[in-house]
């Protein structure tokens, strides 16, 4: 495990780089980034479109391969596994929230909470799955299907199936994307909740300044880097620092018609 | 897992049903080839008229062939004779002799035809002569009147009797011999239930003057003394009787002695069984994988998610292919009693065309149903297979994009299998053009089409995005705003779009090469048919049989260069041996001397035709080769009704495509056919007389003579297109059987494609387009389809009408109507119009809200 400070890293990625394409169509997506996640924080992931936030989420997940450079989960090099033992950890160790079609929508709540358990041949144990699907506050919808349930309702769901494995980190991409503001604050509420009762090590891409607030640190990505890093956010400072890289990739000239162009 | 792939089922009724259907009608189709097919194999043919002897004892129609090689190597093929093994009327005695026998009845059956009012036959169908003793083998019973015991005397069966109106006492006019005489009824008989063939009884004394080989009968049926064992005595019998070429039968086998010929269409059957049946099977196969892939691909982000929450691809196919197999149990065991049904109908319909005699017991065992059951489920899992391959090559990452539209579809194994499907299809075409002839064509130019099918829909999304470039800019350009909104949508959507094009592609496809594939046959037999044709002009008798002496005088007829009696038969040669000769031996045709060295001389490549007495024979040049034998030599044949005769060459033959038989003199040939006599008198004109004076002159002659007729060139070719197309109903019934099955498909998988697309038209209703043009774009966007669909299917079917029309006759094109290619088209346009309009009407039949945006 990597030691820095007092915190144990989770996950850490090492000169990673993940270029899409070849020669000249060659689109770089991240550009020798290395950075770690330590355990129990929760970390937002920012950027304007294209800067490669989504990229990194999976490299880390190892639902995608870096073109270079490692990323260490746990002290497992994901480098090194093929594609089976991939598939194992995130079963085993990686809890996902997306930012829709989470659900099987043939599965009722419990049945979906605990697919991963039954892709795992494990047996879900009863005490934990009711522990943490009321921890999602849908005790009393455990046999609902997902039609049944609103948008907001769904992501807890998610959660709850993100949770019940005790996995060293959990990855949200995007998970308020399509929720109202209310929703939205419910699903961060309990993802917050996750990192301060259960020590969960939770890291999450948005787009969205207030909900990059309800992490520990945010670090903002342009151009396939990390470019900027916050600790402790609030909605302003984070929606001041995107405005700023909005405004510095705008002034870089690059192959296609820029917005401002478009606008004027 | 088993659990969530039952819930996951329950919950998608839509692609569940699509291949469920799927697997049904596949299934339900085996089945019926099945059950055609087993009957084939089995040929139960219960006795009908010799039902009531326990035991029969008849000639052994099968022949063993020249053994062929030597030592280790030595085999011999088995044939089936063409014409009746008659027994030794003098074995009765011996019969009798054997313990437990109570009495023997010979049984003779020659061409008898009670006349109607119109000089015609009477009743449709087979008519036979029999004796009056031989009434009690069925049983016939009277039921009026007495039995016949002098000449001029009859009883009639009651349907016969009922038929025409006649009654105990009454008289009728029965052609039998060739001649026509007037009969008194003395009764009536009824066996009680229906029989294949109408029967004439006449008195012993008469009957035995009447048929045709003397002291020789057809069979001998067998009565026992009371408490007598019928294995016990039929073995015993069998023993006596071993040394006389005959066969003892008991129970349903008996039935081939009444029914010599019935077993040949045993093999017909088999053989269309195992075409449709076999064509089933693919069309089955491609359906279910189009379906079931479909239904993946439409849950694409569901299996994207799984794969991301930790499903391993193999956990992935074992779900897919635990889906298939659910489906596939479910749908082949409803398919089976409908199957039953099906094959039921199916053989009564053969039975009614007159392609097989309706003497078959129909069986349908539990064979066919472990068959198609085994080809039902076998289906589903190469389908599963197909669309689990699918599932494990998608991406866990594609579960949190948006909507990203497939693009990559040129896998290697795809590639592979196209070229090897394309391989296989040229192999088969080059097989169907140089090897295989007459209805087994079929057999191999069908899977060829569907191989060639194959290949065109692992390669679709290629060429759909290939035609769609085509299309676009005239659709563009006069489609207005559906036609921009459409063409946009097809350039997006290449890859499901090339989904829904694929069962259109193999619908059409297969329905224009099956049809043109008949009638391009047909139109070939005719030709040749009408180029093999000797004769000008050919006299028949409506009663089958020609009177004595006629063929004198129509030799005599002005006009006419040269008149020959004609019969056919087949043969086998025995000495010298021929070790091609498989069991279908050789073609024999008994002709007149005098009247085909005057008419035939420039088929003569030597020898002398005007030779062709007593026993000779004239043979085509390419067997005379093989056999090593020219003019002047003998060899020894064995005919039709397996007697063995030592023949001389008189003459060989050249030999055309048109004619490969050998020539005989008719009065030789004819004792050893089944009817004994030549059945037709072919006639060819002198140079200088047209056609029609040739007939005039002919019916002067003959004309009075009752029941004979006098047909021209034209009436003869006709004559034989209508039995042609006989048999092409058969085919073209179990081509429409197949064509509903591949249509039914074609709507299933538009109806699936798009109802999936239900929130794409919520997103197109919210920014302000009216329910009309919605509907608009999918129209003009299903004739894209059905165009696409319709131009690959006609392709497919061009791959191998061209190269068979170019064998079978000179031409590249296929012959036929061209109405039947435009209804094809008609209803393919049709049928993929309305099977994408509906769907989407329905989905527009609430009105839009951003709800139905959510995802689904």
Redesign the interface.
């Known amino acids: 495990m990597y030691q820095q400070g007092d915190t144990v890293e989770v996950v850490r990625l090492l000169s990673v780089r993940k270029a899409y394409g070849k020669d000249r169509a060659q689109v770089v997506a991240l550009d020798d980034v290395t950075a770690g996640f330590a355990s129990g924080t929760f970390t937002a992931v920012m950027g304007p479109s294209g800067s490669g936030k989504s990229t990194l989420l999976h490299c880390a997940a190892g639902l995608d391969k870096p073109t270079s450079g490692t990323v260490v989960l746990g002290g497992t090099d994901l480098s090194l596994m093929r594609e089976v033992e991939l598939t194992r950890l995130r079963r085993d160790r990686i809890g996902f929230v997306f930012q829709a079609f989470n659900l099987l929508p043939a599965l009722d709540v419990e049945q979906n909470v605990t697919l991963p358990l039954r892709l795992a041949g494990r047996r879900a144990d009863p005490a934990v799955v009711r522990r943490v699907i009321d921890q999602v506050g849908l005790g009393q919808r455990r046999r609902h299907r997902p039609a049944e349930l609103s948008g907001g309702q769904q992501q807890r769901v998610a959660i709850a199936r993100a949770l019940v494995t005790h996995p060293e980190v959990i990855f949200a991409d995007e998970p308020t994307g399509a929720l109202d503001t209310r929703s939205a604050q419910e699903v961060l509420t309990l993802l917050q909740e996750a990192k301060s009762v259960s020590r969960q090590t939770i890291v999450m891409v948005t787009h969205d300044p207030v909900a990059a607030s309800y992490a520990d640190r945010v670090l903002f990505l342009a151009d396939g880097r990390v470019v900027d890093e916050l600790q402790q956010p609030n909605p302003d400072e984070v929606a001041r620092r995107m405005t700023a890289l909005v405004a510095r990739a705008e002034q870089r000239p690059q192959d296609g018609p820029r917005l401002s162009e478009l606008t004027r | 897992?088993l659990a969530?792939v039952l819930?996951?089922l329950?919950?998608?009724t839509g692609g569940f049903i699509a291949t469920l259907v799927s697997v049904f009608v596949g299934t339900a189709v085996m089945l019926a080839c099945g059950g055609l097919m087993e009957t084939g194999i089995k040929t139960v043919i219960p006795p009908q008229r010799l039902a009531a002897a326990p035991i029969v004892v008849a000639g052994n129609q099968s022949y063993d062939l020249p053994t062929v090689g030597s030592g280790e190597d030595a085999y011999h093929e088995t044939a089936t004779l063409s014409e009746r093994v008659r027994l030794d009327e003098g074995l009765a005695s011996t019969i009798s002799a054997v313990p437990g026998v109570a009495h023997v009845v010979p049984d003779t059956s020659f061409h008898a035809e009670v006349l109607g009012d119109d000089g015609g036959p009477s009743v449709p169908g087979t008519q036979a002569g029999h004796s009056w003793v031989s009434a009690e083998l069925a049983p016939f019973r009277l039921t009026d009147g007495v039995a016949p015991v002098r000449e001029g005397e009859v009883v009639l069966d009651a349907a016969t009797a009922g038929r025409i109106g006649a009654h105990a006492g009454g008289q009728v006019d029965v052609a039998v011999r060739g001649g026509v005489h007037s009969y008194q009824v003395t009764g009536i008989a009824d066996a009680g239930r229906r029989m294949a063939a109408a029967a004439v009884f006449f008195s012993p004394a008469e009957a035995a003057g009447l048929r045709s080989a003397a002291g020789q009968v057809d069979a001998f049926g067998v009565q026992l003394a009371p408490g007598a064992d019928v294995t016990a005595v039929s073995g015993q019998i069998a023993a006596a009787v071993r040394d006389q070429h005959a066969v003892t039968l008991t129970g349903d086998a008996r039935g081939s002695a009444e029914f010599a010929k019935a077993s040949g269409d045993g093999e017909l059957l088999i053989i269309l069984a195992a075409v449709f049946g076999g064509l089933a099977a693919q069309v089955a196969m491609f359906v279910v994988a189009s379906t079931l892939t479909l239904s993946v691909q439409q849950r694409r982000?569901?299996v994207a998610?799984?794969?991301?929450?930790?499903?391993?691809?193999?956990?992935l196919s074992r779900m897919i292919t635990g889906e298939a197999m659910i489906i596939g149990a479910l749908g082949t065991g409803l398919a089976i009693f409908p199957g039953m049904l099906l094959g039921d109908w199916l053989f009564g319909r053969l039975t009614g065309f007159g392609v097989v005699q309706p003497v078959f017991k129909f069986e349908q065992g539990l064979g066919p149903v472990i068959a198609a059951a085994i080809v039902g489920l076998g289906s589903a899992w190469g389908a599963a297979f197909v669309a689990a391959r699918y599932a494990g090559r998608t991406?866990?990452?594609e579960?949190?994009r948006e909507t990203a539209i497939p693009t990559r579809w040129l896998t290697p194994t795809r590639l592979w299998l196209g070229v090897s499907s394309l391989l296989g299809a040229v192999a088969l075409a080059y097989l169907t053009i140089t090897v295989v002839d007459g209805p087994l064509a079929a057999s191999t130019a069908g899977p060829a089409v569907t191989l060639v099918a194959t290949a065109v829909a692992l390669f679709a999304p290629g060429l759909t995005r290939l035609l769609v470039a085509v299309l676009r800019r005239p659709i563009r350009a006069f489609g207005g705003l559906p036609g921009y909104l459409a063409s946009l949508n097809a350039r997006a959507r290449w890859m499901p779009m090339a989904g829904a094009v694929t069962p259109i592609m193999l619908a059409t496809g297969l329905a224009i090469f099956m049809l043109y594939f008949q009638t391009t046959e047909v139109a070939a037999a005719e030709k040749q048919y009408s180029d093999s044709l000797l004769a000008d002009a050919v006299v028949t008798s409506a009663t089958g049989d020609l009177p004595p002496g006629l063929i004198a005088t129509v030799q005599q007829a002005p006009g006419a260069a040269g008149a020959t009696a004609f019969v056919t038969s087949k043969g086998y040669n025995e000495k010298p041996s021929d070790a091609t000769q498989d069991e279908d031996g050789v073609d024999l045709t008994g002709v007149t001397a005098d009247g085909v060295a005057a008419a035939w001389g420039s088929i003569v490549s030597s020898g002398r035709l005007d030779a062709l007495h007593g026993d000779t024979i004239a043979l085509p040049a390419d067997l005379a080769q093989r056999l090593g034998v020219g003019v002047g030599a003998k060899i020894v044949m064995r005919l039709g009704d397996g007697s063995r005769v030592t023949l001389d060459v008189v003459a060989t033959l050249r030999t055309t495509a048109a004619s490969a038989s050998a020539l005989m003199p008719a009065d030789t040939l004819a004792p050893h056919t089944a009817g004994g006599a030549a059945d037709r008198i072919l006639v060819t004109a002198k140079p200088g007389t047209t056609e029609a004076d040739l007939l005039a002159s002919l019916r002067g002659r003959v004309g009075d003579v009752a029941g004979v007729q006098v047909a021209g060139r034209e009436a003869l070719t006709k004559a034989f297109v209508a039995e042609t197309q006989a048999n092409a109903w058969v085919n073209y019934l179990i081509v429409g059987l197949l064509l509903v099955y591949a249509a039914i498909s074609m709507v299933n998988t538009l109806v699936m494609a798009t109802a999936n697309r239900r929130r794409e038209f919520g997103l197109q209703r919210l920014i302000g387009s009216t329910r009309g043009q919605v509907m608009r774009m999918m129209a003009v966007e299903a004739g894209m389809v059905a165009a696409i669909g319709a131009f690959l299917g006609t392709l497919v079917a061009a791959s191998m009408l061209v190269p068979f029309s170019a064998a079978v006759s000179d031409s590249l094109f296929p012959s036929g109507p061209l109405w039947i290619y435009l209804v094809i088209l008609g209803l393919a346009v049709v049928l993929t119009v309305v099977a994408t309009c509906a769907p989407t009407w329905f989905a527009l039949r609430t009105r839009p809200s951003p709800s139905t945006l959510?995802?689904?």
Request: proline share 11%.
């Open positions: 897992m969530l819930r996951t329950r919950y998608r982000r569901e998610m799984l794969r991301a929450i930790g499903a391993t691809p193999r956990q991406r866990p990452v579960a949190m959510a995802p689904e």
